[in-house]
Structure formats: structure tokens, C-alpha cells
């Protein structure tokens, strides 16, 4: 589709090793990826596009998602460099789709409408108002330096309680679990951040 609509497509890969190997070798102008790539299925394509977004800023990325990820896609605009996330379900229409890949190549950011009112939602939204009095207190004590089990010894309750209250405010604060990230670090950067 791409070739046809005088695209120049130099290269396609199965997999997230071989699209950064590409995009590595070829340094085209737009890398279009899925947010879910093999091998692991999970943000592999977010992975690829932060890579790009670092070793090659002249690189525009798009990138193709089932669903909304909010933190993922503020983690890519983050970085001031054109973007475009669209959902598979908007790129159905055809003539959009390659206006879309048309503009990011371009240097503009285009981002699907229901990912912006995510994104407009949560920043109006107190993240913290989610979390339950006990959550909050165990939050506090985490930004305050304290171990599960100092955060247990100064609550007056067992560590596997704090343990769950911990996992509760990862959750509620919508903390994914990626390999390269500790959650327990994003829960105190919000919470210091809204306070």
C-alpha cells in the first residue's frame, strides 16, 4: 500500500531486533512500528522508538497500537521530536493513514483524537485521588526513603501488607511493569510531583 501510494519502503522486519537493525543500517526518514512487536509482545515497538529517537533524531516514528497507552505515548512525546501514535482501529480509512505517515515524515506530530482526551483527562486529574487513606500513608513513607519493611515497623502491621498496599498503588497510579523501569521510583516522582 505504502509502495503504491509512492512511498519508498526500504525495509520491513518481523521482529523488534530487526527493526532497529534496519532502521540502524537504512536511517530512513519514517520508521512505522507496532507497539507490541515479537519477540515479547509487549512494548517491544516502544523499546525500538525510544532506541531511534536517541541514536537517531532525524528518524520520524509511528507507532501502531490495539489500545491507548497513555504513559508510553508521553514517554515518546517527551523527547519534542515528531510522533505519531495512532490506533489500528482509525487506520481503517486509508486516505488517513497516509495523510498521517505523510505528515510525520514531515516533521509533524499527529496523535489519535482518543489518545489526546487520555492524555488531556489524566493531566487534569489528581493522580493520588485514586489511592485510599492507608495507600497515600505508605506512599508518603516510600517517598520518605523507607523499605517495605521499615514502611511495616512504622505502620504497625506485617511487611506482606505493606507489600500489598505497595502493589495496590503501583496499580492504581498506572505503573506498568517494564524491565527497565522501577515502579517504586514513578510512584514518589508522582506523588512529589502533585504535592
Keep these: 500500500m505504502l ?3 509512492g512511498f519508498e519502503v526500504v525495509g520491513r522486519a518481523g521482529d523488534a531486533h530487526d527493526a532497529l537493525a534496519q532502521v540502524r543500517q537504512a536511517k530512513p526518514d519514517l520508521a512505522i512500528l507496532d507497539i507490541r512487536m515479537p519477540p515479547h509482545h509487549t512494548s517491544d515497538g516502544i523499546d525500538v522508538a525510544r532506541v531511534v529517537q536517541r541514536e537517531l533524531p532525524d528518524t520520524a516514528i509511528l507507532v501502531l497500537s490495539a489500545h491507548i497507552d497513555a504513559h508510553h505515548a508521553k514517554e515518546l512525546l517527551r523527547e519534542g521530536k515528531p510522533i505519531g501514535y495512532l490506533l489500528k ?3 481503517a480509512d486509508i486516505r488517513d493513514f497516509l495523510q498521517a505517515v505523510d505528515r510525520v515524515a514531515n516533521g509533524e506530530s499527529v496523535l489519535d ?3 489526546v482526551q487520555e492524555l488531556v483527562a489524566k493531566r487534569h486529574a489528581d493522580p493520588l485521588e485514586r489511592l485510599s487513606r492507608r495507600e497515600r500513608e505508605v506512599l508518603v513513607l516510600m517517598a520518605e526513603g523507607l523499605s517495605n519493611g521499615g514502611i511495616a515497623r512504622r505502620l504497625y502491621v506485617a511487611e506482606a501488607t505493606v507489600e500489598k498496599h505497595v502493589r495496590n498503588v503501583l496499580t492504581k497510579l498506572d505503573l506498568p511493569d517494564i524491565g ?3 515502579r517504586r521510583v514513578q510512584a514518589v516522582v508522582i506523588y512529589l510531583e502533585s504535592r
Excluded: A, T
Aim: hydrophobic share 35%; proline share 8%.
Design 113 to 115: 483524537p482518543l489518545l
Design 3 to 5: 509502495v503504491r501510494s
Design 89 to 91: 482501529s482509525r487506520i
Design 180 to 182: 527497565d523501569q522501577h
